[in-house]
């Protein structure tokens, strides 16, 4: 029992911060970049914001876990760079750069310096581009309008982002993360143990100010405005722009508190659809009844393929099989003949066994599993992970013919696996 109250005292001392987060606001002027026409020159303590912001990338990439993918990078910067004001190209400021990190959770934030991430979890849950292109004008104003400077430059703001950190400390993410997993909650363990914990573990201010609490409301309505603005500018659908908030706010409820509290921020949802609304009727109310605005690319289904589909197995690997099936469901849609795929799908219905509460379902299960790595090794009969997962599985059943067939195969195709000494072991066991 002593976790359990452990666990949730530590959950209400995470919301009194945030309540404290929210309701705090900036009150320093700073004029946006490229402001009547005049030419960009970062203050002293500007400059030395990006400084420390570079630092705390250096090292909060050193414990997350990036999304490598040089032609979706190259897709994100266009779309950034038809978002982007000429006033604000003309004046200099800084570069902007968008990256991907392997974290299943819904989340963008942007550094003061021009560095925009966005979450595989979020990218994943995007319906089309006019959606992404609203999610990466928000992060852009916060850069543009110098947002960051304008919260840090209050005494009360540092106090607080302070506060956050310090108990953040005081409850320690890899103990709760920890505690959690042993209350058989994997999914809260694993949403505390990836970027949360990256950030807050590190102690890194500006991270946890981009990423966790926002900039108060004031600021978050105004990069949503603005936001919106440079959508409509770029010519894409505003329809979309409340359809974002409408599906954070969906989603935040199915993910529970914890995902919620960390990446849910920002967190007046249903402020921020009803906003948006308003100004699809009134300021932008021409531009959504236009028919010719762009609403999604072949490039966004091009480019989210594959992010979907690796996002699934992080869930899988959550226990969030009912995410994780909706988004391989969605990947199989548009390439049925996608082995990996096929692979992941094994993967969901193997550790769905593993849990399974009557031996009916297990069995039932394990027969999908199996299904489903045999479709991956006809679909690509050199893709040697099904044949090692399929090995697994007839192991564990008592199939030897099977098994020692599968881990043969395996091995042709991946001699060197990291894993070949064990499954040799294997094979050994099965010609005795």
Known sequence: MRPRRRSAKSFVAWTLILALVVTACATRNVPPMGAGGQPFRPEADERQLWAKA???????LKKAKTYDDPLLEDYLGKIGDRLLPDSVRAAGGPGFKVGVLRDPTLNAFAMPNG??????????????EAQLATILGHEMTHVTHRHALRFTRD????????????????IGVAVAAGSRAKEGDPIGAAVLSQTANAVLGLGLQLAALASINGYGRDLEREADAE????????????????????LLKKESGDRGPIETFFFGSHPRLEERIESTRQLLSTTYAAAAAAPDTIKNTEDFDLRMRTVIRENALLDIRAGRFKLAQEQLDRVLAI?????IAQLYYGDLHRLQAQRARSAEDKVDQARKAIERYERAAELDSSFPDPFRQLGLLYYQQKDSARAKAAFEKYLALKPDAPDARRIREYLLELDR
């Open 115 to 128: 560095r925009i991430y966005v979450h595989t979890g979020l990218l994943s849950r995007l319906d089309n």
């Open 335 to 339: 390439t049925p003949r996608d082995p």
């Open 54 to 60: 570079e630092k705390e990338e250096e090292a909060l």
């Open 155 to 170: 005494a009360q703001n540092k106090q607080i982002l302070y506060t956050v950190l310090a108990v953040a400390a005081s």
């Open 227 to 246: 936001g919106m603005d440079r959508l409509v500018r770029a010519g894409y659908d505003p329809k979309e722009a409340p359809k974002v908030f409408e």
